[in-house]
């Protein structure tokens, strides 16, 4: 019996085992079922919770807004809530399984959110740890630079969370890189995040609804990164009336439209933003070309990206989603020279593009039994080029010309089941494939001289195509009142080259109620990643690249351990973990190794795989609702690597490995025109490499005269010895709001920096005026004003 067969066998007798247990609990209770949304729009509200009040039981809706609670015959109060909406009471006499559509009304005010926050749902009563989520309209309150509001800056404000330097968009989980972070849209995994080299990410936020990243105790539904899991979802559509939004700031320029294609029934949501760096430096540009007539320069930058969704509810138990998303970057310059009859030509381009397309299929089998069929498209493609051309007198071209293309296709389908047997147990189980093509990289080459002998050809590895599938089962239960636990499996498996992968990652949670409603919380995950992100380390560029795990290259692995506590006060929740984790299979280039145009080696034979650490601990104290909201992060940590072909095979510090992390932030509502917030952070320098000693050496020089040739080398210290200084910095925004009855305007004003901390974005050895070694640090964002207008309707 192959390894695989074990799999297929182990998930079919626990989820035998599950049923079986289950059914006994079910036969003598009745069912209510059905979705919990917004009134006014019919917007599904993901984590919206149902609770029995009588006899202390609940449920908390899918990401598709659907509930089921199972309960004994009779009469029962049941409550539901969610963040930012009025709690409903209401009454049900189940003697038969009901189905009901629970709608709730937008606008919690302070004294209702406090009397409902005891309901249910607490951050001590769900057993998932390490996860958080930040209410959108939340996010859209915080300073951001440009007047752009960034959902993956606003991640990286959470303990646990760091960024990649300064103004960038990445995100460094517990110690991983950016490759070890499942990035979903809609479930759809995205491979690149960023705009603007990385200063900026992908998501609008003018079309999102939730978003939320989880760091550890991952559910066994999740699988194929070690890091995190990131899953943010798009708007539905207003079902009832149209809506827009538009949004003008300094950097770009936004506008989402909704509503309904058959009221109660269909509705759509589209969502478009573009930057106009390049209208704005036109003028510039012509001026400066004015003053040279025979040297014109045509740079060239701008990105755009649109998002797309529609929602149509074909039945009672069915409803379909369509999902789309394309985001693209485009970099360049392009200059001509003449000079007498003679002339020149450049031009050089840089360019990636993301697009995911989604069909979801949602269907209701029962009361008990809910399904999400998905069939996903996703692709994302880098391109970089230099093209010169040049005419002589004589009236000849010449032409050299290089082309450098990289990418990755994806096609997959999955399925999903969640299965609510009784209010004790809620059962998830599923199934994934996946074919990828990646295309590591070929370089197009043209050479010719106006002779009859010319070349155009391509160099480069051919595409790898791959599959990998998973199955999955979970089982969150109550063993009694104090002890809440969640257990499942992930088993995957990997076909590439011939050569196969399997891995069994165990799944388990558990949340144990103490004494004066403390709750102690700990987790173990067992992860596998077929997927790598060769980079450099330094500016998150698109020139990073996307390989598989081949015959040579094995999948990346880890285990964590994360344990801790968790209470709400009032209406402040507060938690402090700690964790560890262990990384095998890392992948990084060989000490002098690169990738981008090189024609005579393989990637696999450029890189090297090793072993990481990351261990820490984490505090956050958060407030989500109520006219002051905002948190309280603290992160003390520790990452690590080790490579054989890397510093002489010792270990050292990841480049990300920051000690101390903090951040302040802060929303408040001064009256219904006036909005301000603030947000403060801290973090330790990150983690460089630098010359540590130079020497000169004398070489006979063949020149006629004779002597000597000097020439001086530099000795790197050892792999990220020397620290960059802390970084800081304070930022602040106010909004005055202005409503209509149909529609409200927003004036927006933020300060990016306010205090002129010019933060290192990189550095280099240097000699000061005795001649004596220094470190120079070169900070890009000093003080940064901006404003933006919002119209709504």
């Known amino acids: 019996m192959s390894l695989y067969q074990k799999i297929i066998n182990i998930f079919t007798l626990i989820f035998t085992l599950v049923l079986s247990i289950n059914i006994s609990f079910a036969q003598v209770n009745f069912t209510i079922s059905g979705h919990v949304q917004d009134a006014s729009s019919g917007e599904q509200l993901l ?6 009040e009588d006899i202390s039981v609940g449920v908390a809706a899918n990401i598709y807004g659907f509930y089921s609670l199972t309960l004994p015959a009779g009469k029962h109060v049941i409550m539901a809530r969610y963040i930012g909406y009025e709690p409903q009471r209401f009454e049900v ?11 709730l009304v937008a606008g919690t005010t302070l004294d209702e959110a406090v009397v409902t926050g005891d309901a249910f749902n607490k951050i001590e009563d769900v057993v998932q740890m390490s996860k958080m989520e930040i209410p959108i309209d939340q996010v859209k309150r915080l300073p951001a630079i440009g007047g752009e509001v960034d959902l993956l800056k606003v991640l990286q404000l959470l303990p646990g969370v760091q960024s990649g330097g300064e103004g960038t968009s990445g995100l460094y989980v517990r110690g991983g890189s950016p490759d070890q972070n499942l990035m979903l849209l809609d479930g759809v995994p995205l491979y690149s995040v960023n705009h603007l080299f990385g200063f900026f990410s992908v998501f609008n936020a003018d079309a999102v609804k939730s978003m939320s990243i989880t760091k550890g105790g991952y559910p066994a539904r999740f699988g194929g990164r070690l890091s995190s899991i990131l899953e943010i979802n798009m708007k539905d559509g207003h079902m009832k009336e149209y809506h827009a939004d538009a949004t003008i700031s300094i950097i770009a320029s936004k506008l989402t439209v909704e509503g309904p294609i058959v009221k109660d029934k269909a509705s759509f949501m589209v969502s478009a933003r573009r930057t106009y760096l390049d209208i704005l430096i036109k003028p510039l540009i012509n001026k400066a070309n004015s003053n040279n007539p025979d040297v014109t320069t045509d740079p060239r930058y701008f990105f755009y990206d649109l998002n797309g969704k529609l929602n149509w509810k074909i039945s009672n138990k069915d409803r379909i989603y369509f999902s789309a998303f394309k985001g693209q970057d485009d970099f360049g310059i392009a200059s001509e020279e003449s000079y007498g009859s003679s002339s020149s030509t450049l031009d050089f381009g840089l360019d990636w593009k993301n697009a995911i397309q989604a069909l979801r299929w949602n269907h209701e089998w029962g009361p008990r039994l809910f399904s999400n069929t998905t069939l996903t498209h996703s692709i994302y493609s880098f391109n970089t080029g230099v093209d010169i051309t040049e005419i002589t007198q004589q009236n000849d071209s010449i032409r050299m010309a290089a082309l450098y293309n ?14 609510a047997p009784n209010s004790r147990h809620y059962v998830k189980f599923g199934a994934n494939v996946t074919n990828h093509t990646f295309s590591p990289g070929a370089t197009s080459l043209v050479l010719d001289f106006g002779q009859d002998v010319s070349l155009d050809t391509v160099i480069g590895p051919e595409d790898i195509h791959s599959n990998d599938a998973f199955v999955y089962i979970e089982d969150e239960f109550e063993l009694s009142d104090r002890l809440k636990v969640n257990i499942g499996v992930h088993a995957s498996t ?5 050569s196969s992968y399997y891995s069994v990652q165990p799944r388990a949670a558990l949340n144990f109620r103490l004494p004066k409603g403390y709750a102690f919380k700990t987790s173990f995950a067992k992860m596998a990643q077929y997927v790598n992100l060769l ?25 964590q351990v994360a344990m801790g506590l968790a209470k709400t006060f009032g209406e402040i929740e507060v938690s402090l973990e700690g964790y560890y984790k262990a990384m095998d299979g890392l992948l990084s280039y060989k000490e002098g190794a690169s990738f981008l145009f090189s024609l005579g080696e393989s990637w696999e034979d450029q890189v090297t795989q090793g072993i990481g650490n990351a261990y820490g601990a984490e505090f956050l104290v958060q407030k989500k609702y109520g006219s002051t ?4 992060g603290y992160t003390l940590s520790w990452s690590n690597r080790q490579f054989d072909d890397i510093n002489s095979g010792n270990w050292y510090p990841f480049t990300y490995d920051r000690r101390h992390d903090i951040s302040f932030v802060l929303t408040h509502d001064f009256s219904d025109k006036w909005t301000g917030s603030a947000v403060w952070l801290y973090g330790t320098g990150r983690a460089l490499t630098l010359s540590e000693t130079t020497f000169s050496a004398y070489v006979p020089n063949g020149a006629e005269q004779g002597g000597v040739y000097t020439f001086t080398a530099e000795v790197p210290s050892e792999k990220n010895a020397f620290r960059m200084s802390p970084y800081h910095r304070l930022d602040l925004s106010i909004t005055r709001t202005r409503k209509s009855e149909s529609a409200s305007r927003h004036l927006i004003l933020s300060v990016y920096n306010a205090y002129n901390n010019l933060n290192p974005f990189f550095a280099q050895p240097d000699e000061d005026d005795d001649g004596n070694p220094v470190i120079r640090e070169y900070g890009i964002f000093p003080f940064i004003p901006s404003i933006a207008w919002r119209y709504s309707f």
């Open 494 to 498: 990997l076909r590439v080259q011939d």
């Open 629 to 632: 909201t905002g948190w309280i």
């Open 406 to 419: 990289s990418g990755i296709n994806d096609y997959a389908g999955r399925i999903d089941f969640d299965y």
């Open 535 to 559: 980079t450099n380390e330094g500016l998150g560029l698109p020139t990073d690249l996307w390989v598989p795990s081949t015959a040579r290259i094995r999948p990346q692995q880890s285990w």
């Open 47 to 52: 984590g919206a919770t149902v609770w029995c």
């Open 93 to 103: 006499d189940l003697t038969n399984s009901v189905k009901m559509e629970i709608n």
